[in-house]
């Protein structure tokens, strides 16, 4: 099972990062988590995964999208600077996602 982390490694996509990955003990399951900017990018990374010799015959048990939005913490402003110096941060958007993938007819 040396190859799997190759095969994502090869598999690297812009816009794509992943935040987790765990090999289940008997090598059968898979999970895959990380986040995107854009969801439409994750069947298109699940596509390039699938190129890859390690994850043939495995299939998709379940896939899970969140949509995400984050804000700079209050606070940051300058020392004596009202709170109308300070424009507003636009929230940062992006989808979480986890992919669990098996091997076999579980």
Known sequence: MRQLPGAFARQAMSGVWLTGFTIGGDETELLVTGR???PDLVPAYIRALNREEVMRGRRV???RLTAREERDAPGTAAPGAG?????AEAPRRYVEFSLSAVRGAK
């Open 36 to 38: 995107v900017v854009q």
């Open 61 to 63: 048990a379940e896939l």
């Open 83 to 87: 709170a109308a110096a300070t424009p």
